[in-house]
């Protein structure tokens, strides 16, 4: 059963950066769109990035030219890096394949206060 591992958040200011991973156990998102969503309080959860096995890329209006989404094949690990951070980007992040199929991680906890 493959198994998603998300890491990298924090309590950042706001402007700041910071870079999560998502670590799978198995090779299988190589062919798979992959994806970063995140669950504000209250909010459901949404995609904020996602990155085509041909390496083509969409992001949410909301973080577009700020969050740049990558994948290391050979790692089985896919980034998202985060700069010019918003308080409105607090959220506990999760990464999963577009659409979701993998049983859910917990997801890493990104928190952008002064």
């Known amino acids: 059963q493959v198994q998603l591992a998300e890491a990298g958040g924090g309590l950042v200011q706001p402007g700041g950066s910071l870079r999560l991973s998502c670590a799978t156990s198995?090779?299988?998102?190589?062919?798979?769109?992959m994806a970063w969503y995140r669950q504000a309080p209250g909010k459901q959860r949404e995609v904020v990035a996602s990155?085509?096995?041909?390496?083509?890329?969409t992001y949410d209006f909301a973080v577009k030219d700020r969050f740049i989404i990558s994948r290391d094949n050979a790692k089985n690990t896919v980034f998202l890096q985060m700069n010019s951070l918003k308080p409105e980007d607090t959220a506990v992040y999760y990464c999963?394949?577009?659409?979701?199929?993998?049983?859910w991680g917990q997801g890493t906890q990104v928190t952008v206060s002064s």
């Open positions: 198995g090779s299988i998102f190589s062919g798979y769109t």
């Open positions: 990155l085509r096995p041909n390496g083509i890329t």
């Open positions: 999963n394949s577009l659409p979701s199929f993998i049983s």
